[in-house]
């Protein structure tokens, strides 16, 4: 399993990268953690003749939070936003949600761009980044552009980024109320057989806002704008979930492969994004 | 690219590998430094056999360009004890049967050593999901687990003896 031969850059800041993406277009790519591209690589499903490792740059590894927001650089590591006590205390489903990724090995070297930025519809990261309604920045060669997380992706391995652009930053409002991210999978390391991230805000004894997403569910990450308006103004109580999760069942497209039929994803998706609507709701 | 001169410190002594950046951190490590501790298992990141330390990072060697690691301090398990002087951890699988086949172990082992760095004090739950990259065919990892607990235990009263 030895991958085609490329050329190896290791620029040390977003403008050199950029500046190799110009020149080389579609024959570079950018690599990150590499736990997506390298595998990928391996298989010689993905080929590359000019590799950009952007682990020099260090304008990409930071985790920020001021005025209500979290900022992540691209190439933050889910090893760092699990141990960033600060980004527990701000947003703590982003914890739960990079806990359930890989195992620690791959969490070491995975980062939350690369989860986001390529695509992938078994990433877990791109669905969470829904359900806070996150915006992506993408630095090209003519400036830089903000894309909603919810407006990011289009097909499996298909987004509004274009070759020359890199996903540099990730940044959302500080999430307020209950949080839950649930992920069914078969095994530690597996993709999600379904995964739903909730997070809710409660008045009294009713709910005011909320918003769920689904991931690996559809060939794209699903932010179900139905199964949180069904939840606003409700108790969050076993009807009112029930609808809810009617509502988010309804907007997703799963399809068959090795971790079941459909009715099956069907079935188990609405078990995790009622246990998602119920985990949050007991901490709002 | 063809062969690239790559420096890299492993097991603390600098040494200078010829390689292309394609080749994988796990064949530089066992085919030109002679280091053949680290196994190569699944080759897909899944199993945990290649796992060695990179920056101070438990990283599966399978998934790692040579050119990757160009200027990384990596340890392998050669670095932390010999037949002669084996590691806490070495002497906890073997009093405690953590290990069978001993394919997984030196894997096993190394990111132990990680999870004790970052965590000396683990529960039982935190080691089983701190190993949770590592797979033992062997074992049904309980041994495994009652090994690194008790290398944790041991490590932990000789540094309070010292104090």
New interface residues.
Partial sequence: MIPAAFEYHRPSDVAGALSLLSTHGDDARVLAGGHSLIPMMKLRMASVEHLVDLQDVAELKGISVADGHVTLGAMVTQHSLIESAELAEAAPIVREAALQIADPQVRYMGTVGGNVANGDPGNDMPGLMQCLDARFTLQGPNGSREVAARAYYEAAYFTARADDEILTQISFAVPVGGYAYEKQKRKVGDYATAACGVVLAKEGALCTSASVAMTNLADVPVWSEAAGAALVGTDCGPEAVKTAVAAAVADIDPAEDNRGPVAFKRHVAGIIIGRAISRAWSRA | ?GK?IYKMTVNGQVKEVMA?????LIYVLREKLDLTGPHVGC????C?AC?VEMNG????SC???A??A?GAEITTIEGLGDPDGLHVLQEAFKEHHGLQCGYCTPGMIT?AHR?LQENPNPTEVEVR?????NLCRCTGYQNIVKSILAAAAQINAAKEAAE
Avoid: N
């Fill in positions: 690219m690239q292309e950046p394609r080749e994988l080759e897909t990141s899944h945990g796992t990072m438990s990283v599966k998934t790692v360009f050119a990757q160009d990111r999870l999901m701190g190993i949770a990259g």
